[in-house]
């Protein structure tokens, strides 16, 4: 019987990754690579429930999961079993023994992604990967002014590829913060939750106002007209990372 609930907080680079998502025809997911540790490690068929879902591409400071066993091994040994298996660009930097209500997707308050540019006419050598590279001098006063327009409670469908139209495309951004140091901008946004390329489209929105390429003023429709087709591009997922998730 499995009865005790274990929370993982990992950290990883998804640059060589399908996204968090195990995937039926590849084992290249991180969701995957870590099923299977936890499986040799408990000797059961581990299914591990993330906070969410990232994409191909995007990084993770802080993701957080948890899992099922009857395993009696200690955290410790846990954690020690994930480092030494566990491919370098994925580390478990901590496991705990959570309340068995606790559920990681369920229980989310809150989550902060961030993305970040290299805002300067040559990219960054060392950073390349982990930054969306834009030559042309961006605008900070005009994105910070289109940047208060997202927060709040929306109808974020012009703003996400997702397909169904079953599910809700609301959600209430708490905050996005702009923060400019030398080249580098950081973009960080906190809410209730995501849809599908919202945070990469936002950025990429964002990043058209910032050129001159799109009028703030234009948001008020883009919004009430629910189409993708409307808003700015969706930004790479390099530059993106989850860095915060709160319950």
């Given at each position: 019987?499995?009865?005790?609930?274990?929370?993982?907080?990992?950290?990883?680079?998804?640059?060589?990754?399908?996204?968090?998502?195990?995937?039926?025809?590849?084992?290249?997911?991180?969701?995957?690579?870590?099923?299977?540790?936890?499986?040799?490690?408990?000797?059961?068929?581990?299914?591990?429930?993330?906070?969410?879902?990232?994409?191909?591409?995007?990084?993770?400071?802080?993701?957080?999961?948890?899992?099922?066993?009857?395993?009696?091994?200690?955290?410790?040994?846990?954690?020690?079993?994930?480092?030494?298996?566990?491919?370098?660009?994925?580390?478990?930097?901590?496991?705990?023994?959570?309340?068995?209500?606790?559920?990681?997707?369920?229980?989310?308050?809150?989550?902060?992604?961030?993305?970040?540019?290299?805002?300067?006419?040559?990219?960054?050598?060392?950073?390349?990967?982990?930054?969306?590279?834009?030559?042309?001098?961006?605008?900070?006063?005009?994105?910070?002014?289109?940047?208060?327009?997202?927060?709040?409670?929306?109808?974020?469908?012009?703003?996400?590829?997702?397909?169904?139209?079953?599910?809700?495309?609301?959600?209430?951004?708490?905050?996005?913060?702009?923060?400019?140091?030398?080249?580098?901008?950081?973009?960080n946004f906190r809410?209730?939750?995501?849809?599908?390329?919202?945070?990469?489209?936002?950025?990429g929105t964002l990043?058209?106002?910032?050129?001159?390429?799109?009028?703030?003023?234009?948001?008020?429709?883009?919004?009430?007209?629910?189409?993708?087709?409307?808003?700015?591009?969706?930004?790479?997922?390099?530059?993106?990372?989850?860095?915060?998730?709160?319950?």
């Amino acid at each position: 019987m499995k009865n005790r609930n274990i929370k993982l907080t990992i950290q990883y680079d998804g640059t060589r990754y399908r996204g968090w998502q195990r995937l039926g025809d590849s084992d290249n997911t991180i969701q995957g690579k870590i099923e299977n540790v936890l499986s040799r490690m408990t000797e059961e068929k581990i299914e591990l429930v993330g906070s969410g879902r990232t994409d191909s591409g995007v990084h993770a400071l802080c993701q957080v999961a948890h899992f099922k066993t009857a395993c009696l091994l200690r955290t410790a040994e846990m954690l020690d079993y994930c480092y030494r298996y566990l491919p370098e660009d994925i580390v478990v930097v901590r496991v705990e023994t959570a309340d068995g209500r606790f559920h990681a997707r369920y229980n989310v308050k809150s989550k902060t992604y961030q993305y970040r540019i290299w805002n300067a006419p040559l990219h960054d050598v060392f950073e390349r990967k982990y930054e969306w590279h834009v030559p042309e001098l961006l605008d900070m006063g005009r994105m910070q002014e289109a940047a208060l327009l997202f927060v709040g409670r929306h109808d974020f469908q012009s703003f996400t590829t997702l397909k169904t139209k079953k599910k809700s495309t609301e959600r209430e951004l708490f905050s996005i913060e702009l923060i400019k140091e030398g080249s580098r901008i950081s973009m960080n946004f906190r809410a209730d939750g995501f849809l599908y390329n919202m945070v990469r489209i936002i950025a990429g929105t964002l990043v058209e106002v910032g050129s001159g390429k799109l009028d703030k003023n234009a948001l008020a429709d883009i919004f009430a007209r629910r189409e993708r087709s409307l808003a700015g591009i969706t930004a790479p997922p390099h530059g993106l990372f989850l860095t915060r998730v709160e319950y």
